[in-house]
């Protein structure tokens, strides 16, 4: 594995499982990985950027009688509500407050909606939330 500039090296177990710790991973650099086999034969490097993780997203109870959904989340991100894979309301982007809103249909009770928040160099994030009463 090469990372930041250095080589580590990691063997794995009887299962093909491995593991290397390093301490504090940079979002933004890249990590590269190959295997080597006990003959030598060396596999083609698999390349990662690693991301930035969101610090804050939560969502608000949403209710049969809402037409949004709201919640906090990273400023500048953008959030996304799905119904059973497919997008309900336009995207929107969170506020410099950390707030957003997401106008949407009236929902049925217990339907399940899915919250995504994206933004370029982050991981997504998911929340799955429970329409009530």
Avoid: C
Avoid at 24 to 52: C, E, F, H, M
């Amino acid at each position: 594995m090469t990372y930041n500039g250095r080589t580590y090296t990691t063997k794995a177990n009887s299962s093909g499982s491995y593991a290397y710790s390093i301490n504090k991973w940079l979002p933004g650099k890249t990590v590269s990985v190959r295997a080597k086999d006990t003959t030598g034969n060396v596999s083609t490097a698999t390349v990662q950027t690693i991301k930035y993780a969101f610090k804050q997203f939560t969502v608000n109870t949403v209710r049969t009688s809402h037409t949004y959904v709201t919640g906090k989340g990273h400023p500048g991100a953008t959030v996304q509500v799905y119904g059973r894979d497919s997008k309900i309301g336009k995207a929107v982007k969170v506020d410099s407050k950390g707030n957003f809103k997401v106008y949407v249909n009236k929902q049925r009770q217990s339907s399940m909606l899915t919250v995504e928040m994206t933004r370029s160099s982050y991981m997504t994030k998911r929340i799955n939330t429970i329409v009530a009463k």
